[in-house]
């Protein structure tokens, strides 16, 4: 028998708790970048890490 759409409501709820839908997706990015992440090979890891030191750099620069 399905489920209506509230009681899937309440258990989706339930199982999230009280996090937010930032916290929710800053969640499933880093789920989705480990799943990347395995997927790629040594050298392709070394582009990917240089191109998150940059970004992180050009967001310190537009914060300031």
Do not use: R
């Amino acid at each position: 028998m399905p489920k209506s759409f509230e009681e899937a409501k309440k258990e989706w709820l339930k199982e999230i708790g009280d996090k937010s839908w930032e916290q929710l997706h800053d969640e499933q990015e880093a789920e989705t970048d480990a799943k990347i992440k395995s997927l790629m090979t040594p050298e392709y890891l070394a582009k990917w890490g240089k191109l998150e030191e940059q970004n992180g750099e050009a967001k310190k620069e537009l914060d300031e």
